[in-house]
């Protein structure tokens, strides 16, 4: 089997602060697997050969056998002979870490798409803000922590900000008393570029093109569209339309074979219907980023930044409605031709390009 060009794997999903299972979520979900299991003929007619128990429950949602994660955002990305491409370094951040201490000891390089030494023990961390939500789990980065001949080089990029720098912004999450070991204690070598808002240029990393946009989000955000070799993901979280389609993501996102989206909130809430209105709190809906994506003529849709109050049941309904929303776009005369696959984000999810 050919290798892929471009591997995305998605550590943590969730928006603005972990969430973590709780007991009764626990309970709902055992009380709905076993009334699937009763209406889908009982254990003895299901489970009369051991091995058929793990074929099933993997075939079941997540909802019921598993979860979509209550980590907050962290992106890995392997591009072909290329360093190693992080995005935020939110909660999920820590499982990512170590799973990446793992992989260098079966490993010479942290890219399983990599054979370049050269780019064996580096790692490119690309910030899409600074909201603390994809920030909290680099104090618990481990591959941060390595020494001697395992040290690593990390290069941070994030938004150039006359307030404070990159590495400020950083170092302030560990200052005492909030974390026990500062940041500049921290072994791994350390590079930053900030980026200007207004400059598009590709960065290059290895054989991966890098293009950042600032879109719209409280304090301002930055997407970022992945390149190499024909491949593209564009990953856009926390950024709000309000009105249409943001034409600055249409532009970077044309013709992606992936694009993550922010969509926190429901039409309703972010309308206000029910309840308070979340317009102009820098979050969007899943109608949003379907409109965006058929704009773009995106191929895959990933709904993503689960708010934390959502439990998988509801992140499921909400997947429903999208993809009811989703036929009704493509009747419409400027869609018609085209075609669109929508998931929603859940932690482990894997797409190879």
Same mark, same amino acid.
């Given at each position: 089997?050919?290798?892929?060009?471009?591997?995305?794997?998605? =550590?943590?999903?969730?928006g603005s602060l972990p969430s973590p299972l709780?007991?009764?979520?626990?309970?709902?979900? %055992? %009380?709905?697997?076993?009334?699937?299991? +009763?209406?889908?003929?009982?254990?003895?007619?299901?489970?009369?050969?051991? #091995?058929?128990?793990?074929?099933?429950?993997?075939?079941?949602?997540?909802?019921?056998?598993?979860?979509?994660?209550?980590?907050?955002?962290?992106?890995?990305? #392997? !591009?072909?002979?290329?360093?190693?491409?992080?995005? *935020?370094?939110?909660?999920?951040?820590?499982?990512?870490?170590?799973?990446?201490?793992?992989?260098?000891?079966?490993?010479?390089?942290?890219?399983?798409?990599?054979?370049?030494?050269?780019?064996?023990?580096?790692?490119?961390?690309?910030?899409?803000?600074?909201?603390?939500?994809?920030?909290?789990?680099?104090?618990?980065?481990?591959?941060?922590?390595?020494?001697?001949?395992?040290?690593?080089?990390?290069?941070?990029?994030?938004?150039?900000?006359?307030?404070?720098?990159?590495?400020?912004?950083?170092?302030?999450?560990?200052? $005492?008393?909030?974390?026990?070991?500062?940041?500049? *204690?921290?072994?791994?070598?350390?590079?930053?570029?900030?980026?200007?808002?207004?400059?598009?240029?590709?960065?290059?990393?290895?054989?991966?093109?890098?293009y950042p946009q600032e879109l719209t989000h409280?304090?301002?955000?930055?997407? $970022?569209?992945?390149? +190499?070799?024909?491949?593209?993901?564009?990953? !856009?979280?926390?950024?709000?339309?309000?009105?249409?389609?943001?034409?600055?993501?249409?532009?970077?996102?044309?013709? !992606?074979?992936?694009? $993550? $989206? @922010?969509?926190?909130?429901?039409?309703?809430?972010?309308?206000?219907?029910? @309840?308070?209105?979340?317009?102009? =709190?820098?979050?969007?809906?899943?109608? =949003?980023?379907?409109?965006? !994506?058929?704009?773009?003529?995106?191929?895959?849709?990933?709904?993503?930044?689960?708010?934390?109050?959502?439990?998988?049941?509801?992140?499921?309904? +909400?997947?429903?409605?999208?993809?009811?929303?989703?036929?009704?776009?493509?009747?419409?005369?400027?869609?018609?031709?085209?075609?669109l696959k929508v998931l929603l984000a859940y932690?482990?999810?894997?797409?190879?390009?």
């Amino acid at each position: 089997m050919k290798k892929p060009t471009l591997i995305v794997k998605f =550590w943590g999903v969730r928006g603005s602060l972990p969430s973590p299972l709780t007991t009764e979520q626990i309970r709902a979900k %055992e %009380e709905a697997l076993i009334r699937r299991i +009763i209406s889908d003929g009982g254990t003895n007619r299901l489970f009369d050969n051991p #091995q058929k128990i793990k074929k099933y429950l993997q075939a079941l949602p997540l909802s019921l056998s598993g979860t979509y994660g209550g980590d907050t955002t962290c992106l890995e990305i #392997q !591009a072909r002979n290329s360093p190693l491409v992080l995005i *935020d370094a939110g909660s999920g951040a820590r499982l990512l870490g170590q799973t990446l201490v793992k992989r260098m000891k079966k490993h010479s390089s942290l890219n399983p798409l990599n054979s370049k030494k050269a780019h064996q023990k580096e790692i490119h961390l690309f910030f899409t803000h600074y909201h603390w939500d994809h920030l909290q789990g680099f104090p618990f980065f481990a591959p941060g922590f390595l020494s001697g001949n395992k040290r690593l080089l990390i290069h941070f990029y994030g938004k150039r900000d006359i307030q404070k720098r990159l590495s400020e912004v950083l170092a302030g999450q560990q200052q $005492y008393p909030n974390f026990p070991i500062s940041f500049h *204690d921290m072994p791994c070598l350390k590079k930053y570029t900030e980026l200007k808002k207004l400059d598009h240029s590709p960065i290059k990393i290895g054989h991966l093109s890098v293009y950042p946009q600032e879109l719209t989000h409280p304090g301002s955000v930055f997407a $970022y569209a992945f390149e +190499i070799k024909g491949k593209k993901f564009v990953c !856009a979280t926390d950024t709000e339309h309000k009105n249409v389609p943001d034409p600055r993501l249409i532009r970077i996102a044309q013709g !992606a074979d992936v694009l $993550y $989206y @922010d969509a926190q909130y429901t039409p309703e809430e972010y309308q206000g219907t029910l @309840d308070n209105s979340k317009f102009d =709190w820098g979050h969007s809906t899943y109608k =949003w980023a379907i409109k965006t !994506a058929l704009a773009a003529r995106v191929s895959i849709l990933v709904l993503a930044h689960h708010d934390p109050s959502r439990d998988d049941f509801s992140l499921e309904k +909400i997947k429903e409605k999208a993809l009811q929303f989703l036929a009704e776009q493509l009747k419409l005369p400027q869609n018609k031709g085209k075609k669109l696959k929508v998931l929603l984000a859940y932690q482990g999810l894997t797409l190879s390009l």
